[in-house]
């Protein structure tokens, strides 16, 4: 049997936890744009109908990535997921001098323990051919000591994680995806002044001279989900920013 070295998404069944902004809607845009079918997912039910119009047409559903039973739920109506993506989270900074390490150690678990949970529900409904993608980022490979341990401890761990799973559920692939700064509404949790600081500096230091566009991390994202040779990788798509 020849095994197509790029498999394509036409009438596949793609699952975007993180489906209604940022990264994980340019990625549902583009999968749809592939001919897949798409459901996208989100706490928040007005965010999930912007995006399923602006993506052309999406079931949608609530649901909250800290919690099992939400997540279980998603997973209980759907018969078959061909791909699962996880862009769902948000940008947790604090430094552990200042902050209570129960609450830093929640906002790990919206990554890692909401990751396990969707990964469980998804993988009893994928076919052998499915992959699944996690969300990494550079704080695993590029500390910075401002108050990012705690993103770098959910990065590496989802990496460590992607790995095993691999291994474990063959020949399902994970692989994760692990950006650099990207322009989304994630940072919008700075205020104006402090997200425009924040990016503007992180533009000036990368090789790029930029920052990274949705579009870009959702076509790495495509390359992954599509190329079925890619399995326990993760793909940088920084700019370069590791490095800097
Ligand atoms: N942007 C970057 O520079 C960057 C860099 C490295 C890694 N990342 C990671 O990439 C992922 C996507 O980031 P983004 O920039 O695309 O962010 P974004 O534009 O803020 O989108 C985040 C998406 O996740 C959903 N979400 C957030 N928390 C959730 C939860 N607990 N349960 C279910 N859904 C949740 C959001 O919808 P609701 O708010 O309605 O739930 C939204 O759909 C995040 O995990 C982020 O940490 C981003």
Same mark, same amino acid.
């Given at each position: ?8 998404? *036409?009438g596949t ?22 001919g ?10 007005? @965010? !999930?109908?912007? %995006? ?6 999406a079931?949608? /559903? ?6 099992? @039973?939400?997540?279980?739920a /998603? ?15 948000? /940008? ?5 001098a200042?902050s ?8 790990? *678990? ?7 949970? %969707? ?7 994928? #076919?052998?051919t ?11 490979d590029?500390?910075?000591g401002n ?19 691999? $291994?474990?559920?063959?020949p ?6 692990? #950006?650099?700064?990207?322009?989304? #509404? ?15 500096h992180?533009?000036?230091?990368? #090789? /790029? ?8 991390i959702?076509?790495?994202? $495509?390359?992954?989900?599509?190329n ?6 993760? !793909?940088?798509?920084?700019?370069g920013?590791?490095?800097?």
């Amino acid at each position: 049997m020849t095994i197509p070295s790029r498999t394509s998404l *036409n009438g596949t069944h793609v699952v975007v936890l993180g489906g209604s902004s940022g990264i994980g809607l340019a990625t549902a845009l583009a999968a749809k744009t592939m001919g897949a079918h798409i459901t996208i997912v989100g706490r928040t039910l007005e @965010k !999930l109908r912007r %995006a399923a119009a602006e993506i052309g047409g999406a079931e949608t /559903v609530v649901a909250d990535m800290a919690n099992r @039973k939400s997540i279980e739920a /998603v997973f209980a109506g759907i018969s078959r997921v061909d791909h699962l993506v996880i862009t769902a989270g948000g /940008v947790h900074a604090g430094k552990l001098a200042d902050s209570d390490p129960d609450k830093l150690l929640a906002e790990v *678990n919206e990554h890692i323990a909401g990751s396990l949970y %969707a990964v469980k529900a998804a993988l009893t409904r994928m #076919p052998p051919t499915g992959s699944i993608v996690l969300m990494g980022g550079q704080f695993s490979d590029r500390p910075s000591g401002n108050g990012t341990s705690v993103m770098a401890l959910a990065c590496r761990g989802i990496e460590a994680l992607a790995r095993s799973l691999a $291994l474990e559920f063959k020949p399902i692939r994970v692989n994760v995806i692990s #950006p650099g700064f990207v322009e989304t #509404p994630l940072y919008n949790v700075f205020g104006k002044e402090g997200r425009t600081s924040l990016l503007t500096h992180a533009a000036n230091t990368l #090789p /790029v001279g930029r920052i990274g566009r949705p579009d870009e991390i959702a076509d790495a994202v $495509l390359f992954l989900l599509t190329n079925g040779y890619m399995n326990c990788e993760v !793909l940088h798509i920084d700019g370069g920013g590791r490095f800097v």
